[in-house]
């Protein structure tokens, strides 16, 4: 730590940083205890660099990189965060040459760093550290077997599917709420089966502890109870100096519970975050973590907020401003930029879906033969399906186009036949692992498998109950396959990766024989062995595969790619974080913004609210709100087809046209000049109306 303690050179690493960005950096460096910090960091106003910076002062004045807990939401941002703080301390200590990353070893995603304290403490919270991690879709696999087995799946009347009751359950861990209470806001047709579902919960539990595996939901419950026990959570706290916490605002009630457990005064503690994009309330995330975090320690948070704007245009914040100023509660804060534009965003009005999506397409032809790539523009949406219109109109056009929210990497059969496999040999316990992958084996079905799985649970040696086996006649030769692949995945001193090599290897050949596009699903297994090989053991590549799954798949990702250029489709909700020079929102309706599915309560009008803000400030240099007349919607066959109405998004107001250049289209190629109405006009129109009741 010599070199870290060196004085200062006489550049300063921090010039670039403005003033407020520099207070963050700079809060109570030196102080024992330092107060807890909330920087509320608006739109494209450097949180990433302003958080990165902090690491490296807090380096540059003898922290120990070893007791700085740095916690994201994906390891990319974890990885990007040392990135910087690297390039940062370089430049402090005058170091030339290939810059190194700071070593923190305590920087990831919540569930990851849950894992691992988990594993650390396993002995002492009553967990056996050699267990496995279920993602979502084997949760819900779990989640059914339980259900059918206590005899759910029998009852006259319909009760939840799997996903739905793993939904709520987990709801329920997530938010700290009561059942009742969580069934009532967000799933009121299920409070019928309140009672059911708690007995189909505990047996879930049951379930898992019996297997030796944990959820998601788990990682971050058990970490919770351990920091709010008198004898752990200090413990656990004591292992940091500082806590810093990025986009705090999606950040759900058990992870504000670990930061208060952990550390009850607040020492150290600094969360980055923007209450104006809180928007994953559906994932259990509470905007109320981020309003009331200066008063959740025992001493009163101080704060910073991060105004100036780097990625947009003046007149683009200056709508965004308005928008989010009619919030009910928020920290507040104007969004400035030194960006200077004539250019209004644009408030386009348009007939129906069919010319929202020929428009579109023109415009953004339009601005691609102008200079702006295909890649540089975006097309977002409340909901995957708005964009089904467009997508057509697309591929009519020969406009290339890649979709974010398609198939992801571990929902894919073959990607989650060779992580069962591996996860059966890493736990023998893991029925459901167990369960998909000897079923592998040709002629081996759900009877077979369970009688499998019966023998080895009852066994105090599951490696001989598997050997002792006797298969059906038919399965003999792949069976005896199988039991070689996995004694030798169960001797002890197998240097990992060989593990995958033996799965793959032994894998390949039934991927031959039940998909047709082996050569495809195959790249993704070699795409699989290539990411297993950036990890040092077995356990620890299962439990990062599952806790931070690449994005998708080789046969989604690959063809957009081959072409020069690409569009950007994206919903709202996967497109936060990104910038583009162009963005197009569609549907800027009543009905889909806000979704007329999210206004049952005030706190869901305005997550709709924060929701439409976040798509505004992607942009940086031009956006355009597209407001078609006209929507056709698919009804029941009884009812036929119809077409419905729609009326400008409740959000912008009149007072706030202003901000925008309002357009109309008779279609996508002919414009009619729109001129605001005169007040006095207005006024004698509402003034009729009024006296035809007097």
């Known amino acids: 730590m010599s070199d870290v303690l060196a004085p200062p050179p006489a550049t300063d690493p921090f010039a670039s940083l403005n003033a407020e960005q520099r207070a963050a950096v700079e809060h109570d460096i030196g102080v024992d205890k330092p107060r807890p910090l909330l920087i509320v960091a608006g739109a494209g106003s450097g949180k990433t660099n302003t958080l990165a910076h902090r690491v490296a002062r807090l380096i540059q004045a003898g922290a120990d990189p070893q007791r700085i807990l740095l916690l994201t939401f994906s390891r990319r941002a974890a990885g990007e965060m040392s990135r910087r703080a690297s390039g940062v301390l370089h430049r402090l200590l005058r170091r030339g040459g290939q810059e190194s990353p700071i070593d923190l070893p305590w920087a990831g995603t919540f569930h990851a760093i849950g894992a691992r304290l988990l594993r650390e403490f396993a002995g002492r919270i009553g967990l056996d550290e050699s267990f496995t991690i279920h993602d979502r879709g084997d949760s819900e696999d779990l989640m059914g077997m339980v259900r059918h087995e206590i005899g759910l799946s029998q009852t006259e009347k319909r009760f939840p599917l799997k996903g739905t009751c793993l939904a709520i359950y987990s709801r329920v861990v997530n938010s700290r709420e009561p059942l009742e209470q969580v069934l009532q806001s967000t799933f009121p047709w299920c409070s019928e089966w309140e009672d059911r579902l708690k007995t189909l919960f505990g047996a879930y539990v049951d379930a898992k502890q019996e297997q030796n595996v944990l959820d998601y939901d788990d990682l971050l419950l058990f970490w919770s109870e351990m920091a709010a026990d008198p004898v752990l959570g200090p413990e656990l706290g004591a292992l940091f100096d500082h806590v810093l916490v990025d986009e705090y605002q999606d950040t759900n009630r058990l992870q504000a519970s670990i930061l208060t457990g952990m550390k ?391 007072a706030m046209l202003k901000h925008f250049e309002e357009c109309a289209w008779v279609n996508a190629e002919q414009r009619e000049v729109r001129r605001p109405v005169p007040d006095a006009v207005r006024m004698m129109v509402r003034d009729r109306a009024r006296n035809a009741w007097k």
Request: with cysteine.
């Open 264 to 654: 009850p005064d607040g020492a150290g503690v600094v969360v980055v975050g923007d209450d104006a994009q809180s928007i994953y309330a559906f994932r259990g995330a509470t905007v109320r973590n981020i309003l009331d975090f200066p008063q959740q320690f025992s001493r009163p948070a101080h704060l910073i907020t991060l105004e100036r704007n780097y990625r947009s245009t003046q007149p683009i914040l200056d709508a965004s401003n308005a928008l989010i100023a009619a919030a009910l509660e928020r920290h507040a804060k104007t969004l400035w930029t030194e960006r200077a534009s004539s250019i209004k965003p644009q408030l386009v009005l348009i007939p129906d879906e069919a010319e929202q999506a020929r428009w579109v397409c023109a415009r953004v032809l339009e601005q691609r033969e102008a200079g702006v790539a295909l890649t540089k523009q975006a097309v977002l949406f409340r909901a995957a399906s708005h964009s089904a219109a467009l997508e057509l109109e697309l591929m009519r056009r020969n406009i290339p186009f890649v979709k974010f929210g398609g198939l992801k990497f571990l929902e894919a059969s073959h990607i989650k036949d060779v992580l069962a496999v591996l996860r059966f040999a890493q736990n023998p316990s893991g029925r459901l692992a167990g369960f998909r992958a000897v079923q592998l084996i040709p002629g081996i079905g759900q009877a077979t498998a369970s009688r499998l799985l019966d023998a080895m649970a009852e066994s105090a040696d599951p490696l001989a109950a598997l050997e002792a086996f006797a298969p059906p006649a038919r399965s003999r030769a792949d069976w005896d396959g199988f039991v070689a692949l996995y004694r030798r995945l169960r001797t002890p001193g197998l240097r990992w990766p060989a593990d995958i090599e033996l799965v793959k290897a032994w894998y390949l050949p039934h991927l031959e024989r039940l998909h047709d596009d082996a050569a495809v699903r195959a790249a993704d297994v070699e795409q699989l062995a290539v990411l297993a090989g950036g990890h040092g053991s077995r356990e620890a590549f299962l439990a990062e595969i599952t806790l931070d799954p690449p994005e998708a798949t080789s046969d989604r990702a690959g063809p957009p790619l081959l072409d020069e250029d690409y569009l950007i489709l994206s919903t709202i909700h996967s497109a936060k974080g990104q910038e583009w020079s162009s963005v197009h929102v569609l549907n800027v309706v009543d009905g889909c913004i806000p979704s007329d599915m999210s206004t049952g309560s005030q706190d869901d009008i305005e997550e709709e609210r924060r929701l439409l803000y976040v798509a505004m400030t992607r942009a940086k240099e031009n956006l355009h709100l597209v407001v078609p007349n006209r929507f056709f919607i698919k009804q029941q066959a009884q009812m036929g087809d119809r077409h419905v109405y729609a009326t400008r998004t409740r959000f912008i107001t009149p």
